[in-house]
Protein backbone atom coordinates (compact mmCIF):
# COMPACT_ATOMS: atom_id res chain seq x y z
CA UNK A 1 0.00 0.00 0.00
CA UNK A 2 1.73 3.25 -0.92
CA UNK A 3 -0.23 6.03 -0.57
CA UNK A 4 -0.54 8.40 -3.91
CA UNK A 5 0.01 11.68 -4.33
CA UNK A 6 -3.17 14.13 -4.04
CA UNK A 7 -4.41 15.12 -7.40
CA UNK A 8 -2.81 18.02 -8.70
CA UNK A 9 -6.22 18.75 -10.80
CA UNK A 10 -7.61 19.95 -8.00
CA UNK A 11 -9.94 23.34 -8.43
CA UNK A 12 -8.78 25.92 -7.05
CA UNK A 13 -11.50 26.46 -5.13
CA UNK A 14 -10.38 23.67 -3.05
CA UNK A 15 -9.33 25.29 0.54
CA UNK A 16 -6.08 24.01 0.38
CA UNK A 17 -4.58 25.52 -2.56
CA UNK A 18 -6.38 28.78 -2.78
CA UNK A 19 -4.82 31.02 -5.08
CA UNK A 20 -2.17 34.23 -4.29
CA UNK A 21 -5.26 36.62 -4.59
CA UNK A 22 -7.79 34.76 -2.45
CA UNK A 23 -4.37 34.10 0.36
CA UNK A 24 -4.38 37.86 0.46
CA UNK A 25 -1.08 38.36 -0.83
CA UNK A 26 0.34 42.16 -0.83
CA UNK A 27 -0.62 42.65 -4.51
CA UNK A 28 -4.46 42.89 -3.09
CA UNK A 29 -4.66 46.44 -1.27
CA UNK A 30 -7.61 45.24 0.72
CA UNK A 31 -5.50 42.96 2.30
CA UNK A 32 -2.10 44.24 2.50
CA UNK A 33 -1.01 44.83 6.48
CA UNK A 34 2.35 45.83 7.45
CA UNK A 35 2.10 43.69 10.41
CA UNK A 36 1.52 40.49 8.24
CA UNK A 37 4.42 37.81 7.65
CA UNK A 38 6.00 37.85 4.36
CA UNK A 39 4.16 35.08 2.31
CA UNK A 40 6.60 32.13 1.77
CA UNK A 41 9.13 31.79 -1.41
CA UNK A 42 6.86 30.38 -4.10
CA UNK A 43 7.93 26.94 -5.34
CA UNK A 44 8.52 26.70 -8.95
CA UNK A 45 7.20 24.48 -11.17
CA UNK A 46 9.01 20.83 -11.72
CA UNK A 47 12.10 21.20 -13.52
CA UNK A 48 14.83 19.47 -13.93
CA UNK A 49 16.24 15.79 -14.02
CA UNK A 50 15.28 14.99 -10.46
CA UNK A 51 11.60 17.01 -10.45
CA UNK A 52 11.22 14.18 -13.54
CA UNK A 53 12.40 11.18 -11.67
CA UNK A 54 9.65 11.76 -8.96
CA UNK A 55 7.22 12.44 -10.88
CA UNK A 56 7.55 8.99 -12.42
CA UNK A 57 8.50 7.02 -9.38
CA UNK A 58 4.79 8.81 -7.80
CA UNK A 59 3.44 7.44 -10.87
CA UNK A 60 0.60 4.46 -10.47
CA UNK A 61 1.79 1.53 -12.08
CA UNK A 62 5.80 2.91 -11.07
CA UNK A 63 4.72 2.21 -7.73
CA UNK A 64 3.59 -1.30 -8.16
CA UNK A 65 6.48 -2.30 -10.60
CA UNK A 66 8.83 -1.63 -8.20
CA UNK A 67 7.19 -3.20 -5.43
CA UNK A 68 6.66 -6.15 -7.63
CA UNK A 69 10.26 -6.22 -8.73
CA UNK A 70 11.09 -6.43 -4.96
CA UNK A 71 9.05 -8.52 -4.35
CA UNK A 72 9.97 -11.50 -7.46
CA UNK A 73 13.64 -10.57 -6.45
CA UNK A 74 13.13 -11.66 -3.11
CA UNK A 75 11.67 -14.73 -3.75
CA UNK A 76 13.88 -15.76 -6.15
CA UNK A 77 17.15 -15.39 -3.97
CA UNK A 78 15.34 -16.97 -1.02
CA UNK A 79 14.56 -20.07 -3.46
CA UNK A 80 18.28 -20.17 -5.06
CA UNK A 81 21.99 -20.72 -3.60
CA UNK A 82 21.60 -16.80 -2.37
CA UNK A 83 19.11 -17.83 0.34
CA UNK A 84 21.80 -18.04 2.61
CA UNK A 85 23.45 -14.51 1.34
CA UNK A 86 19.81 -13.17 1.78
CA UNK A 87 19.05 -14.26 4.80
CA UNK A 88 22.55 -13.29 6.76
CA UNK A 89 21.95 -9.20 5.25
CA UNK A 90 18.87 -9.40 5.87
CA UNK A 91 19.48 -10.48 9.83
CA UNK A 92 22.56 -7.99 10.02
CA UNK A 93 22.27 -6.04 12.91
CA UNK A 94 23.66 -2.60 13.27
CA UNK A 95 22.79 0.90 15.28
CA UNK A 96 22.98 2.18 19.06
CA UNK A 97 22.53 -0.70 21.59
CA UNK A 98 22.56 1.95 24.04
CA UNK A 99 18.88 3.41 22.64
CA UNK A 100 18.01 -0.18 22.36
CA UNK A 101 18.46 0.58 18.42
CA UNK A 102 20.52 -2.01 17.49
CA UNK A 103 18.62 -3.70 14.90
CA UNK A 104 18.04 -6.01 11.90
CA UNK A 105 18.24 -4.83 8.53
CA UNK A 106 14.99 -6.16 8.08
CA UNK A 107 13.73 -4.37 11.30
CA UNK A 108 15.19 -1.70 10.58
CA UNK A 109 13.10 -1.67 7.02
CA UNK A 110 9.60 -2.59 8.89
CA UNK A 111 10.27 0.03 11.91
CA UNK A 112 12.33 2.75 10.06
CA UNK A 113 11.41 2.98 5.89
CA UNK A 114 7.82 2.45 6.80
CA UNK A 115 7.64 5.18 9.00
CA UNK A 116 8.01 7.28 5.83
CA UNK A 117 5.40 5.55 4.39
CA UNK A 118 3.11 5.71 7.40
CA UNK A 119 4.11 9.67 7.76
CA UNK A 120 2.55 10.45 4.07
CA UNK A 121 -0.69 7.88 5.15
CA UNK A 122 -0.79 10.58 7.97
CA UNK A 123 -0.59 13.47 5.63
CA UNK A 124 -3.11 11.79 3.15
CA UNK A 125 -6.00 11.10 6.36
CA UNK A 126 -5.20 14.70 7.30
CA UNK A 127 -5.88 16.18 3.99
CA UNK A 128 -8.62 13.93 3.40
CA UNK A 129 -10.76 14.88 6.43
CA UNK A 130 -9.96 18.10 6.74
CA UNK A 131 -10.04 18.97 3.10
CA UNK A 132 -10.75 16.46 0.87
CA UNK A 133 -13.67 14.03 0.10
CA UNK A 134 -14.09 12.87 3.51
CA UNK A 135 -14.99 16.13 5.30
CA UNK A 136 -18.60 15.54 3.86
CA UNK A 137 -20.13 13.13 6.06
CA UNK A 138 -22.52 12.49 3.21
CA UNK A 139 -19.89 11.48 0.47
CA UNK A 140 -17.85 9.92 2.36
CA UNK A 141 -20.76 7.15 3.88
CA UNK A 142 -20.39 5.16 1.03
CA UNK A 143 -16.10 4.63 0.98
CA UNK A 144 -16.26 4.36 4.97
CA UNK A 145 -19.00 1.75 5.28
CA UNK A 146 -17.10 -0.36 2.46
CA UNK A 147 -13.61 0.18 3.77
CA UNK A 148 -15.58 -1.25 7.51
CA UNK A 149 -16.78 -3.65 5.25
CA UNK A 150 -13.55 -4.98 4.12
CA UNK A 151 -12.06 -5.10 7.19
CA UNK A 152 -14.66 -6.32 9.64
CA UNK A 153 -15.36 -9.82 7.00
CA UNK A 154 -11.80 -11.14 5.86
CA UNK A 155 -11.16 -10.88 10.18
CA UNK A 156 -14.02 -12.90 10.71
CA UNK A 157 -13.53 -15.42 7.85
CA UNK A 158 -9.79 -15.84 8.73
CA UNK A 159 -10.74 -16.37 12.43
CA UNK A 160 -13.70 -19.06 11.48
CA UNK A 161 -11.36 -21.05 9.55
CA UNK A 162 -8.46 -21.17 12.79
CA UNK A 163 -11.35 -21.51 15.58
CA UNK A 164 -9.38 -25.21 16.10
CA UNK A 165 -6.48 -24.81 15.33
CA UNK A 166 -5.03 -23.67 18.59
CA UNK A 167 -1.84 -22.07 19.54
CA UNK A 168 -1.66 -18.79 18.93
CA UNK A 169 -3.09 -18.70 14.98
CA UNK A 170 -5.57 -16.51 16.27
CA UNK A 171 -3.26 -14.08 16.62
CA UNK A 172 -2.98 -13.08 12.72
CA UNK A 173 -6.80 -12.07 12.67
CA UNK A 174 -5.96 -8.58 11.27
CA UNK A 175 -3.37 -9.84 8.53
CA UNK A 176 -6.11 -9.87 5.92
CA UNK A 177 -7.89 -6.42 6.92
CA UNK A 178 -5.48 -3.97 4.88
CA UNK A 179 -5.16 -2.88 1.24
CA UNK A 180 -2.12 -2.27 -0.52
CA UNK A 181 -2.65 0.78 -2.36
CA UNK A 182 0.58 0.39 -4.36
CA UNK A 183 -0.38 -2.64 -6.39
CA UNK A 184 -4.21 -1.79 -6.21
CA UNK A 185 -3.96 1.56 -8.32
CA UNK A 186 -1.33 0.00 -10.13
CA UNK A 187 -4.04 -2.49 -11.34
CA UNK A 188 -6.26 -0.44 -11.83
CA UNK A 189 -3.98 1.96 -14.14
CA UNK A 190 -3.33 -0.66 -16.54
CA UNK A 191 -6.99 -2.23 -17.20
CA UNK A 192 -9.31 0.61 -16.18
CA UNK A 193 -8.05 3.54 -18.40
CA UNK A 194 -11.02 3.36 -20.12
CA UNK A 195 -13.37 3.29 -16.81
CA UNK A 196 -14.46 6.10 -15.34
CA UNK A 197 -12.02 8.32 -12.81
CA UNK A 198 -14.94 7.88 -9.94
CA UNK A 199 -14.03 3.94 -9.52
CA UNK A 200 -10.26 5.33 -8.85
CA UNK A 201 -11.54 8.19 -6.52
CA UNK A 202 -13.33 5.56 -4.82
CA UNK A 203 -10.59 3.20 -4.49
CA UNK A 204 -8.22 6.10 -2.89
CA UNK A 205 -11.30 7.38 -0.47
CA UNK A 206 -11.67 3.77 0.55
CA UNK A 207 -7.56 2.70 1.12
CA UNK A 208 -7.29 6.35 2.96
CA UNK A 209 -10.07 4.61 5.47
CA UNK A 210 -8.64 1.17 5.37
CA UNK A 211 -5.52 2.68 6.17
CA UNK A 212 -6.65 4.33 9.26
CA UNK A 213 -8.13 1.15 10.44
CA UNK A 214 -5.07 -0.63 10.09
CA UNK A 215 -3.05 1.94 11.80
CA UNK A 216 -5.39 1.68 14.97
CA UNK A 217 -5.16 -1.84 14.60
CA UNK A 218 -2.03 -2.08 14.67
CA UNK A 219 -1.01 0.66 17.90
CA UNK A 220 -4.51 -1.01 19.47
CA UNK A 221 -3.93 -4.85 19.26
CA UNK A 222 0.11 -5.39 18.34
CA UNK A 223 1.43 -2.92 20.83
CA UNK A 224 2.37 -4.53 24.43
CA UNK A 225 4.46 -3.66 27.39
CA UNK A 226 4.34 0.28 27.09
CA UNK A 227 6.80 2.55 28.77
CA UNK A 228 4.86 5.65 29.87
CA UNK A 229 8.38 7.89 30.08
CA UNK A 230 9.82 7.49 26.82
CA UNK A 231 5.86 8.17 25.01
CA UNK A 232 5.27 11.45 27.06
CA UNK A 233 9.17 12.47 26.87
CA UNK A 234 8.12 11.99 22.75
CA UNK A 235 4.85 14.52 23.24
CA UNK A 236 8.35 17.02 23.36
CA UNK A 237 9.42 16.20 19.53
CA UNK A 238 5.90 16.14 18.46
CA UNK A 239 4.85 19.56 20.19
CA UNK A 240 8.15 21.26 18.43
CA UNK A 241 7.01 19.72 15.02
CA UNK A 242 3.56 20.64 15.67
CA UNK A 243 4.19 24.33 16.49
CA UNK A 244 7.04 24.74 13.26
CA UNK A 245 5.01 23.29 10.58
CA UNK A 246 1.68 25.74 11.62
CA UNK A 247 4.27 28.72 11.24
CA UNK A 248 5.02 27.15 8.06
CA UNK A 249 8.98 26.37 8.51
CA UNK A 250 9.59 23.43 6.35
CA UNK A 251 13.27 23.37 6.87
CA UNK A 252 14.70 19.92 6.96
CA UNK A 253 16.92 20.59 9.36
CA UNK A 254 14.66 21.17 11.78
CA UNK A 255 11.94 19.19 11.25
CA UNK A 256 14.14 15.82 10.11
CA UNK A 257 15.67 15.54 13.24
CA UNK A 258 12.36 16.05 15.36
CA UNK A 259 10.77 13.39 13.25
CA UNK A 260 13.75 11.27 14.03
CA UNK A 261 13.89 11.62 18.04
CA UNK A 262 9.62 11.09 17.89
CA UNK A 263 10.26 8.20 16.04
CA UNK A 264 13.26 7.36 18.51
CA UNK A 265 11.36 7.56 21.62
CA UNK A 266 8.53 6.16 20.02
CA UNK A 267 10.27 2.80 19.17
CA UNK A 268 11.61 2.99 23.21
CA UNK A 269 8.07 2.84 24.44
CA UNK A 270 7.03 -0.04 22.77
CA UNK A 271 4.60 1.61 20.74
CA UNK A 272 5.15 0.44 17.01
CA UNK A 273 7.51 3.12 15.79
CA UNK A 274 5.98 3.40 12.43
CA UNK A 275 3.08 5.11 14.53
CA UNK A 276 5.49 8.05 14.49
CA UNK A 277 5.20 8.57 11.29
CA UNK A 278 1.00 8.61 11.26
CA UNK A 279 1.36 11.33 14.60
CA UNK A 280 3.75 13.61 12.37
CA UNK A 281 2.07 13.68 9.06
CA UNK A 282 -1.41 14.58 11.16
CA UNK A 283 0.54 17.39 12.70
CA UNK A 284 0.86 18.91 9.18
CA UNK A 285 -1.50 21.55 8.45
CA UNK A 286 -4.31 20.76 5.29
CA UNK A 287 -5.70 24.26 5.02
CA UNK A 288 -3.19 26.62 3.34
CA UNK A 289 -2.72 29.95 5.45
CA UNK A 290 -0.92 33.41 4.62
CA UNK A 291 2.14 31.65 6.89
CA UNK A 292 1.98 27.46 6.68
CA UNK A 293 1.65 27.46 2.57
CA UNK A 294 3.47 27.21 -0.86
CA UNK A 295 2.89 29.01 -3.94
CA UNK A 296 3.18 26.87 -7.16
CA UNK A 297 3.55 28.20 -10.25
CA UNK A 298 1.78 26.08 -12.86
CA UNK A 299 2.95 26.10 -16.33
CA UNK A 300 0.20 28.54 -17.31
CA UNK A 301 2.06 30.93 -14.91
CA UNK A 302 -1.34 30.71 -12.62
CA UNK A 303 -0.18 30.75 -9.35
CA UNK A 304 -1.75 28.60 -6.53
CA UNK A 305 -1.51 28.26 -2.64
CA UNK A 306 -0.57 24.38 -1.66
CA UNK A 307 -1.64 23.27 1.83
CA UNK A 308 1.54 21.88 3.18
CA UNK A 309 0.31 18.73 3.86
CA UNK A 310 -0.16 18.68 -0.23
CA UNK A 311 3.82 19.84 -0.56
CA UNK A 312 5.15 17.41 1.95
CA UNK A 313 3.49 14.47 0.34
CA UNK A 314 4.83 15.84 -3.20
CA UNK A 315 8.16 15.46 -1.70
CA UNK A 316 7.90 12.01 0.34
CA UNK A 317 5.67 10.05 -2.00
CA UNK A 318 8.35 9.41 -4.42
CA UNK A 319 10.85 8.19 -1.28
CA UNK A 320 7.93 6.28 0.11
CA UNK A 321 7.10 4.79 -3.18
CA UNK A 322 10.19 4.43 -4.55
CA UNK A 323 12.23 3.70 -2.00
CA UNK A 324 10.69 2.59 1.67
CA UNK A 325 7.96 0.25 0.87
CA UNK A 326 9.82 -1.63 -1.71
CA UNK A 327 12.92 -1.93 0.40
CA UNK A 328 10.70 -3.66 3.11
CA UNK A 329 8.82 -5.61 0.48
CA UNK A 330 12.45 -6.86 -0.84
CA UNK A 331 13.59 -7.75 3.54
CA UNK A 332 9.79 -9.11 4.05
CA UNK A 333 8.54 -11.34 0.89
CA UNK A 334 11.90 -13.71 0.70
CA UNK A 335 10.10 -16.64 1.81
CA UNK A 336 11.38 -20.18 1.01
CA UNK A 337 8.87 -22.60 -0.89
CA UNK A 338 10.37 -25.55 -1.30
CA UNK A 339 8.69 -25.95 -4.91
CA UNK A 340 4.86 -26.98 -5.36
CA UNK A 341 5.34 -29.45 -2.60
CA UNK A 342 5.97 -27.06 0.02
CA UNK A 343 3.63 -24.45 -2.12
CA UNK A 344 1.04 -26.94 -1.04
CA UNK A 345 2.04 -28.02 2.47
CA UNK A 346 2.13 -24.39 3.11
CA UNK A 347 -1.25 -23.98 1.70
CA UNK A 348 -2.72 -26.69 3.84
CA UNK A 349 -2.00 -24.79 7.15
CA UNK A 350 -5.28 -23.04 8.17
CA UNK A 351 -3.33 -19.64 8.73
CA UNK A 352 -2.24 -19.35 5.02
CA UNK A 353 -5.93 -20.81 4.37
CA UNK A 354 -7.86 -18.23 6.53
CA UNK A 355 -5.83 -15.28 4.69
CA UNK A 356 -5.99 -16.55 1.18
CA UNK A 357 -10.08 -17.24 1.79
CA UNK A 358 -9.95 -13.63 4.03
CA UNK A 359 -8.29 -11.76 0.80
CA UNK A 360 -10.15 -13.16 -2.02
CA UNK A 361 -13.98 -13.97 -0.50
CA UNK A 362 -13.63 -11.29 2.48
CA UNK A 363 -12.88 -8.22 0.78
CA UNK A 364 -14.57 -8.50 -2.03
CA UNK A 365 -18.31 -9.52 -0.17
CA UNK A 366 -17.34 -7.27 2.23
CA UNK A 367 -17.02 -3.95 0.61
CA UNK A 368 -19.13 -5.02 -2.03
CA UNK A 369 -21.97 -5.57 0.30
CA UNK A 370 -21.51 -2.54 2.80
CA UNK A 371 -21.87 -0.37 -0.39
CA UNK A 372 -24.93 -2.25 -1.47
CA UNK A 373 -26.59 -1.94 2.24
CA UNK A 374 -25.37 1.81 3.31
CA UNK A 375 -26.97 3.16 -0.25
CA UNK A 376 -29.94 1.75 1.05
CA UNK A 377 -30.08 4.80 3.20
CA UNK A 378 -31.70 8.30 2.19
CA UNK A 379 -29.01 10.31 0.52
CA UNK A 380 -26.16 8.01 -0.43
CA UNK A 381 -25.78 6.74 -3.44
CA UNK A 382 -22.90 5.24 -6.04
CA UNK A 383 -21.37 7.80 -8.10
CA UNK A 384 -23.60 8.00 -11.76
CA UNK A 385 -20.70 7.19 -13.58
CA UNK A 386 -19.90 3.94 -11.50
CA UNK A 387 -21.83 0.49 -11.85
CA UNK A 388 -22.30 -2.09 -9.66
CA UNK A 389 -19.81 -4.32 -11.57
CA UNK A 390 -17.53 -1.91 -11.64
CA UNK A 391 -17.64 -2.24 -7.57
CA UNK A 392 -17.46 -5.83 -7.60
CA UNK A 393 -14.14 -5.27 -9.59
CA UNK A 394 -12.68 -3.05 -7.78
CA UNK A 395 -13.52 -4.56 -3.97
CA UNK A 396 -11.79 -8.23 -5.79
CA UNK A 397 -8.87 -5.57 -6.77
CA UNK A 398 -8.74 -4.17 -2.64
CA UNK A 399 -8.05 -8.20 -1.61
CA UNK A 400 -4.58 -7.37 -2.87
CA UNK A 401 -3.27 -7.12 0.95
CA UNK A 402 0.67 -6.71 1.19
CA UNK A 403 2.66 -4.26 2.66
CA UNK A 404 0.71 -3.86 6.17
CA UNK A 405 -0.57 -7.71 5.75
CA UNK A 406 3.31 -8.79 5.91
CA UNK A 407 3.81 -6.18 8.64
CA UNK A 408 0.85 -7.40 10.58
CA UNK A 409 2.20 -10.87 10.17
CA UNK A 410 5.33 -10.08 11.61
CA UNK A 411 4.16 -8.58 14.71
CA UNK A 412 1.58 -11.51 15.15
CA UNK A 413 4.12 -14.35 14.68
CA UNK A 414 7.41 -12.22 14.70
CA UNK A 415 9.91 -12.00 11.97
CA UNK A 416 11.58 -14.65 10.89
CA UNK A 417 9.19 -17.38 12.30
CA UNK A 418 7.92 -20.56 10.87
CA UNK A 419 4.25 -19.20 11.17
CA UNK A 420 5.36 -15.91 9.35
CA UNK A 421 6.95 -17.85 6.29
CA UNK A 422 3.18 -19.72 6.06
CA UNK A 423 1.86 -15.84 6.74
CA UNK A 424 4.37 -14.76 3.76
CA UNK A 425 2.93 -17.72 1.46
CA UNK A 426 -1.15 -16.37 2.13
CA UNK A 427 -0.35 -13.54 1.69
CA UNK A 428 1.19 -13.77 -1.97
CA UNK A 429 -1.32 -16.60 -2.95
CA UNK A 430 -4.43 -14.47 -2.19
CA UNK A 431 -3.15 -11.19 -3.53
CA UNK A 432 -2.29 -12.63 -6.81
CA UNK A 433 -5.36 -14.03 -6.95
CA UNK A 434 -7.96 -11.30 -5.77
CA UNK A 435 -5.45 -9.42 -8.54
CA UNK A 436 -6.28 -11.80 -11.11
CA UNK A 437 -10.13 -11.51 -10.67
CA UNK A 438 -10.67 -7.76 -10.25
CA UNK A 439 -8.18 -7.09 -13.17
CA UNK A 440 -10.43 -9.76 -15.15
CA UNK A 441 -13.51 -7.99 -13.96
CA UNK A 442 -12.18 -4.58 -14.93
CA UNK A 443 -11.24 -5.87 -17.97
CA UNK A 444 -14.55 -6.89 -18.79
CA UNK A 445 -16.08 -3.63 -17.46
CA UNK A 446 -13.65 -1.61 -19.85
CA UNK A 447 -14.25 -3.07 -22.94
CA UNK A 448 -17.91 -3.08 -22.51
CA UNK A 449 -17.42 0.80 -21.80
CA UNK A 450 -15.50 0.86 -25.10
CA UNK A 451 -18.37 -0.77 -27.06
CA UNK A 452 -20.75 1.39 -25.67
CA UNK A 453 -19.40 4.58 -26.08
Given amino acids: MSPAVPDASASPADPTRASSAAAGSPADPTRASSAAPPPPARAPGPVGRGARLARFVSRDTTGGLLLLAATVLALVLANTPAADWYGAVRDTTFGPAALHLDLSVGAWAADGLLAIFFFVVGLELKQEFVAGSLRDPRAAALPIAAAFGGVALPAVIYTLVNLDAGGDALQGWAIPAATDIAFAVAVVAVVGKRLPPALRTFLLTLAVVDDLLAITIIAVFYTSGILFLPLLAALVPFAAFALLVRRGVRSWWLLIPLGVVAWALV??????????????????????????????????????????????????????????????????????????????????????LGIVLALVLGKSIGITVSSLLVTRLPGIRLDPSLRWPDVVGLSFVAGIGFTVSLLV?????????????????????????????GAAVLTVRARQRARAA
Avoid at 425 to 435: C, E, I, P
Fill in 409 to 437: GELAFGAGSEQDDVVKVGVLVGSLVSALI
Fill in 267 to 352: HASGVHATIAGVVLGLLVPAIATRRAGVDHVGADGHVERHALTHHFAERWSPISSGLAVPVFAFFSAGVTVGGLSGLRDALTDSVA
